[in-house]
T-cell receptor, first 116, second 115 residues
Framework: AQKVTQAQTEISVVEKEDVTLDCVYE???????LFWYKQPPSGELVFLIR??????QNEISGRYSWNFQKSTSSFNFTITASQVVDSAVYFC?????????????FGTGTRLKVLA | DARVTQTPRHKVTEMGQEVTMRCQPI?????VFWYRQTMMQGLELLAY????????DSGMPKDRFSAEMPDATLATLKIQPSEPRDSAVYFC?????????????FGPGTRLTVL
């Protein structure tokens, strides 16, 4: 069965530190999609990135970068030079093509606290 | 800037009362999802619709929960009768036509408290 594990429940860093949020997934599909969402204190989930299983290129967007490794079934998220505004809960999610649906399997989330 | 809207944003009610939560998906999105978020269970998918038809509501307690899409611009989630354990934040999300590839756009949520 598909599963998404975010082992880090909560992380605290001091502003300007780099931080990596881990995401490990399980799936039997060869075609699947991975996502990261941010949930700031306001509550609304905000889409950050999508990656399909055939594209293992890492991606960088400003201070954010993502490392997708199929060999270890991981899709980790790194924030460089963290800022207080990065404080939020971050969710990793998996969607499988074979399911024929748009269903996400969400991880339990990692709460990131960036201290000034 | 297109957004998913949800009403009400907050609802406090007493056990046994009926609760109706509403969602307006982004225009042009043909998939709609209802999630529940609690500290204990995290984000749970309750139901989802494609082209207004319910495709999966296996995550929803059938005896008291119901979800409908009367039209393409409105999705509703109803709890009758409500119980204290239903206290949670309920999110609606919508997505573009297409495969599992597309991201879901979330609304701000309805925070429900059942006393």
């Amino acid at each position: 069965a598909q599963k998404v594990t975010q082992a880090q429940t909560e992380i605290s860093v001091v502003e300007k530190e780099d931080v990596t949020l881990d995401c490990v997934y399980e799936t039997r599909d060869t075609t699947y999609y991975l996502f990261w969402y941010k949930q700031p204190p306001s509550g609304e989930l905000v889409f950050l990135i999508r990656r399909n299983s055939f594209d293992e290129q890492n991606e960088i967007s400003g201070r954010y970068s993502w490392n997708f490794q199929k060999s270890t079934s991981s899709f980790n998220f790194t924030i460089t030079a963290s800022q207080v505004v990065d404080s939020a809960v971050y969710f990793c999610a998996l969607s499988e093509r074979s399911s024929g649906t748009y269903k996400y399997i969400f991880g339990t989330g990692t709460r990131l606290k960036v201290l000034a | 800037d297109a957004r998913v809207t949800q009403t009400p944003r907050h609802k406090v009610t007493e056990m046994g009362q009926e609760v109706t939560m509403r969602c307006q998906p982004i225009l042009g999105h043909n998939t709609v999802f209802w999630y529940r978020q609690t500290m204990m269970q995290g984000l749970e998918l309750l139901a989802y619709f494609r082209n207004r038809a319910p495709l999966d509501d296996s995550g929803m307690p059938k005896d008291r929960f119901s979800a409908e899409m009367p039209d393409a611009t409105l999705a509703t989630l109803k709890i009758q009768p409500s119980e204290p354990r239903d206290s949670a934040v309920y999110f609606c999300a919508s997505g573009l036509p297409g495969s599992s590839y597309n991201e879901q756009f979330f609304g701000p949520g309805t925070r429900l408290t059942v006393l």
